[in-house]
């Protein structure tokens, strides 16, 4: 792993902290790499080889690479369920599979802040390798800089994802048709609400637990089951899109898809799980779940005559066993989205127009 | 552009600023997305249609895919030359460049501070945009989060590049062998001391500038003039290996393909071109110009018959006119870089190994 290279001693995990030298292209850089991120991506076989980029084997015939960005930012790194490495992986692979792809390879770009624990580091780059293994997606090029004190905030992760997609499938947020329903796999708020309950020291019976995970394999399962329309010859049949409704909530992504799509969209808000403890924790703080980040949940739109094998499939697997039919698509010249509330009233759904929840991924 | 979305009013490009909102995920962002990044990245097909990745045309037979990232964090933004824009496009092109790859897509993720002008963000933008349109290369995703004032300096950039690797083409840093030769596309120091002259507020006669450039095109030239040894019947001919001498400069990047390939060099000190203005800022601030960072320059290192034809290739381009062989590889067990001087001395070119320049690119 190490190339060869003699330092003279290895990296202080324990009391060692990220300096200027890290950053500077130069045998501190080389050291970092060897010694922290080589060993944690290992697998990744083009990041020990030292190369500007990695050569990637060639896809199967017909598929089509497919690429997705996330920058990741989030405060503070470390909360219930993961941190900004694990995160930083699953958020990407989400884009992929929400595009239908199967996500194969990931690059990271770090932006480290000079004084940053390289313990600290350790652990991040630690969680990221084993979220990459457990996704089964290889991290094969990088790159890290570091900025001086109070220029940055501990770490910064860009992961770019790129995927394979099968040939003749589509999904895109433009697809949702009227009579169309709208799925979600699972209970909202739940990323955002961890996050949050640790920054405001919130300590409810029940630990809040972000989501996040990959849910690539789950999609996996949902198209096995309803192909998307673009792979049928009945354009009255099958998956329409997948959205993960991460920043700007629920309620962001549905208004979204209403504007792409050119339609409305009306909700069940009793059809919406939430947890009691992350509702309890909104109406504390204020928020509305509908708004808060997710990052292991995803909103599907299938034709009406497919809605139950989609949901079945989804429920079939681990990470969607609480998953819904929640709205249907309509036709609204407006596209607004709008929610049949408990009370048997109904009330717009607009797009989130503050800052709800500054840095939740 | 818009997808008819009512925004009350435009951005403010005069005396907005960035604020939480325009990371949060809902209508501040869109906005942003919208009249910023939309019109400046045009042609990027892909952006414009709000999915969460790009779906990519496909190769053609036998190319592979090529990925590449760079995070930029360079201080100042602005600088002679350039800026963090077409920094961030030169930077990721030249890394596909370098493995022999022809630069096709760029996802962008960018890390913005709460406060920073709408104004200058534009700026950096369109000439990201424009940077890209002249290396022939679409920025199809991307991303955008905002960290709180003072937690992060205005803007950092990550790019990842996506290029096409001809068929039989393959170029390392691991591919030296001794005899090759070194070749260096034209002088060193331009890029780094453009930035210090800036933050240390030196002036001189002559503005130093950097020579931020995308050089896939230089790379094509030299490429039709010396295929690749993996392309080549005889293993004695061909070009072995492309780098470009960013952070670090010269001698880092010497030093990592002695290490990769098991080699050593000998470098010639009067054959490597440093303009006058450089090496005198560098004197001053008693640097070396051989650490400092390069962005639109190459080293190529060959097999000694090809020397000649590869000089002239790279010459014959306007960002190879200084073009010079520095030196050429040796057989050395200690992977040592060493330089004949000019006053006929020889002496070892080590890694750097303090920090040098930070936030250089």
Redesign the interface.
Known sequence: MS???PYVRPLDLKRGCV???H????????QLIDELFVPAFAGGTAVA???????????AYGE??????????V?PLFFPGGDIGSLSVHGTV???A??G?RPL?L?????LEEGFGLGELARIVASMGRAARAAGVQI?????????Q????GV?I?T????A?PAGR?L???HARPGDRILLSGSIGDHGMAIMSLRESLAFETEIVSDSAALHDLVAALLAAVPSSSELADPARGLRLL??P????LA?TLN?IA??SGVGIELDETAIPVRPQVAAACEFLGLDPL?V?NEGKLVAVCAAADTDRALAALRAHPLGADAAIIGEITDDPQ?FVQMRTGFGGRRNVD?????????I?
Chains 1, 2 share one sequence.
């Open positions: 190339r060869g290279r300096d200027l030298s950053g500077a292209g130069g045998r501190a850089m080389q080889r030292g190369d500007d980029g990695a050569v990637l084997p060639e896809l089509r690479a497919v690429i997705a960005t996330d920058s990741h930012v405060s989400n884009d992929l929400m595009m792809a390879y690059s990271a770009g770090f932006v094969v090029t990088g790159d890290t800089k570091v900025v001086e109070g220029k940055g905030d910064f860009t770019t994802g790129f995927g997609l589509a895109s947020g433009a959205r993960d991460t920043r700007g909530g962001s979204e504007l792409q708004y980040a596209h797009w989130l127009s503050g800052e709800q929840l500054p840095r991924c």
